[in-house]
């Protein structure tokens, strides 16, 4: 490196030389998590269980197209009045003016697909108004409403073709109309129905007398059952379990095994934590959270292999100094580095939680939480674990040869092969 390169990098150091004793320290990092684990799961166990989503629960879910984008709080409080309490609403498309309601199972007593439906459509039916007395709403009828009336009043004059061939015909007339309004998403104006095959002037004519034309439709509707939503759960947690596993391997194959466990370790500590604050604040667990999750496992693993790394390379330089001073030394050496990173990753994802919406709020929150407890735990759990391991080894091996070498790592592979190669004058 050259000397203006290291000027500059020395620069964005935020402290010189630092001598902070982590590991003396490990004793009150540990219990300070040891009280966070316990509050997060006493949250857990008083609210029986983390508070799913409706992917993992079962629920309906009503997806909505509006005229104009709709105001979410006075949508929110409506739903309330309707007694749909706590259901969730989701914006989501580049305009803004669609919108995903989720109904919970026992909202509309585990009823179809039609009783979540008409419990949105009698909700917003009451807070847009808009209907017409003896008129139907013909953005939200279905295809044999419309089919029905337009039967009965027969504009194409189809009735001398016979009562079964006029009734197919309109059945198919409607299916296309609902087909088109399903496509744009919300008829705004009755002239937009001649692009539908077979809708000549008579038929938007008697549409005109039998319907209107809210400000609102529900275009789709999805249900997803507790079944569903118990394999989603536990497809979940297996997800998690292999990502951990495949960590721990790749930590093993890279370092130690003792390095792969406390990483791991860490990790899950990190998850249980973020839980249990998910907990504490009633929020809910969908899968957005559950993809936030495993990005916080990627990002709280790659800071603890950052400072792991170093102890390596410091392991290979220093073979008489005491493993504790070169674990101190070594989470020393990359502190300004872990500011740096983890306070920037912070910033942007605290403006993610803040700015980005009700949409990807459980997300950013997890990643909120994962930067602070992910850095956290890097240097007081993760390093205080491969402490602890290593002062046993030596204990066991002064127990087993009645006397230690050296209060020192234990040398590395790598290390004992470089000594091998060295002069005999080298090693006095």
């Known amino acids: 490196m050259s000397n203006s390169t290291e000027r500059n990098y020395r620069g964005l150091e935020f402290f010189h030389n630092p001598q902070f004793d982590w590991m003396g320290k490990s004793k009150y990092f540990i219990t300070i998590s040891v009280i966070l684990l316990v509050v997060g799961i006493g949250s857990i166990i008083a609210h029986r269980g983390l508070n799913y989503g409706i992917d993992f629960r079962g629920g309906t879910l009503v997806y909505v197209k509006f005229a104009q984008p709709p105001n979410v709080g006075a949508l929110r409080n409506q739903l309330d009045r309707e007694n749909l309490h706590q259901a969730t609403l989701q914006s989501y498309g580049t305009s803004k003016d669609e919108i995903m309601i989720g109904l919970d199972l026992g909202k509309n007593n585990g009823q179809s697909l039609d009783a979540g439906r008409a419990a949105i459509v009698q909700a917003l039916t009451h807070l847009y108004g808009g209907q017409v007395a003896g008129k139907s709403d013909l953005n939200n009828a279905s295809a044999p409403i419309i089919a ?13 073709k016979g009562a079964q061939a006029a009734e197919n015909e309109y059945a198919q007339l409607a299916k296309g109309i609902e087909a088109f309004r399903t496509r744009q998403g919300l008829i705004g104006n009755f002239n937009e129905l001649a692009a539908v095959s077979g809708v000549t002037g008579p038929v938007i004519s008697d549409l005109q007398k039998q319907f209107y034309l809210s400000q609102f439709s529900v275009f789709n509707t999805q249900v997803v059952g507790p079944r569903v939503g118990a394999n989603l759960r536990r497809q979940a947690l297996y997800v998690v379990l292999a990502g951990l596993a495949a960590m721990l391997v790749y930590v093993w194959y890279r370092f130690e095994l003792i390095f792969g466990v406390a990483a791991v370790i860490a990790t899950f500590h990190d998850v249980l934590i973020t839980l249990g604050i998910f907990s504490l604040l009633n929020k809910e667990i969908s899968l957005t959270v559950i993809a936030a999750f495993l990005t916080l496992i990627g990002y709280s693993m790659n800071d603890t292999i950052v400072t792991f790394d170093r102890i390596r390379e410091n392991l290979r330089m220093k073979t008489r100094e005491k493993f504790r001073d070169l674990v101190n030394r070594s989470i020393n050496q990359v502190l300004s580095r872990t500011i740096l990173t983890s306070g920037l990753t912070f910033l942007a994802v605290l403006a993610l939680y803040l700015f980005g919406g009700e949409v990807i709020r459980g997300f950013s929150l997890v990643l909120v939480i994962g930067v602070i407890i992910g850095t956290y735990s890097s240097f ?49």
Do not use: C, F
């Not at 029905?148 to 001398?160: F, I």
């Open 148 to 160: 029905d009336k337009l039967t009965t009043d027969d504009p194409l004059h189809l009735a001398s």
């Open 380 to 428: 007081a759990i993760a390093s205080p674990l491969v402490l602890y391991w290593e002062d046993r080894t030596r204990m066991a091996a002064m127990g087993a040869g009645g006397k230690a070498s050296a209060p020192v790592a234990p040398p590395r592979p790598a290390q004992a092969k470089a000594r091998k190669r060295e002069p005999a004058g080298a090693r006095r």
